[in-house]
């Protein structure tokens, strides 16, 4: 009788070691499905998967779990729901034990979410030029016309103006705590541009191109074009 019961109890033991392993992997093979459907722009699909992983956070180890918060954040950030993105960065600060790896994806993301064809003060030049031609149209479609124009420059400007704010904030205190980091630096300088401070941008490009001799470096060209 006993040894019966002994060879109930460990078959019990090995089913629900088999369906813990079974579940690991389901939830191993979401992330990495929400991986791939976050790089064909699915983000809405990937946020869907990488939640469910949320959900069971303490089957992954400490870079895991930061890596699901991120990404969850990353989702959210493409979605437009910014809220919700800074609250799953927030999160993965908590866990990460010097912040880098969440500093880093936020302030990238900000910079992803800039439309950054010109500087700040450029662009400012071309928002204040289409009030300017709305405010002197002489007729409504030319009123129309400018007006719309003056909207578009004029939510891009601000959306930039926020975004490179967040981005400059990140990537300042990554540059503190790794000042030979290339990667923190380049990021780093590509602020300093497009927020029209381009001494400091050539000073941190140089810095980057020292540290690492090729590194990309397109915006410190662009300086002396």
């Given at each position: 009788m006993l040894k019966r019961l002994e060879g109930y109890f460990e078959r019990r033991k090995e089913a629900e070691a088999k369906k813990e392993a079974e579940f690991r992997i389901s939830v191993s093979a979401a992330f990495d499905r929400g991986t791939r459907l976050f790089k064909l722009g699915e983000h809405e699909e990937a946020l869907k998967d990488f939640l469910q992983c949320s959900q069971n956070l303490k089957l992954f180890g400490q870079k895991e779990q930061i890596e699901?918060?991120?990404?969850?954040?990353?989702?959210y950030f493409k979605l437009g729901r910014l809220e919700d993105a800074e609250n799953f960065f927030g999160k993965a600060l908590a866990l990460d034990k010097n912040g880098e790896a969440a500093l880093?994806?936020?302030?990238?993301?900000?910079?992803e979410s800039c439309s950054l064809e010109v500087e700040q003060k450029a662009l400012k030049r071309q928002v204040d030029d289409a009030r300017s031609k709305m405010l002197?149209?002489?007729?409504?479609?030319e009123k129309l016309r400018y007006g719309d124009r003056y909207s578009e420059l004029k939510r891009k400007h601000d959306c930039n103006e926020?975004?490179?704010?967040?981005?400059?904030?990140?990537?300042?205190?990554?540059?503190?705590?790794?000042?030979?980091?290339?990667?923190?630096?380049?990021h780093l300088g590509v602020c300093f541009f497009f927020t029209s401070h381009k001494r400091e941008a050539v000073d941190i490009?140089?810095?980057?191109?020292?540290?690492?001799?090729?590194y990309p470096n397109r915006w410190r060209l662009a300086l002396f074009e």
């Open positions: 699901v918060l991120l990404s969850i954040g990353k989702c880093q994806v936020k302030g990238v993301a900000h910079l002197w149209a002489l007729t409504g479609e926020r975004n490179l704010k967040k981005a400059l904030q990140c990537f300042e205190k990554l540059a503190k705590l790794d000042v030979k980091n290339p990667e923190y630096l380049y490009f140089d810095a980057a191109l020292r540290l690492r001799p090729g």
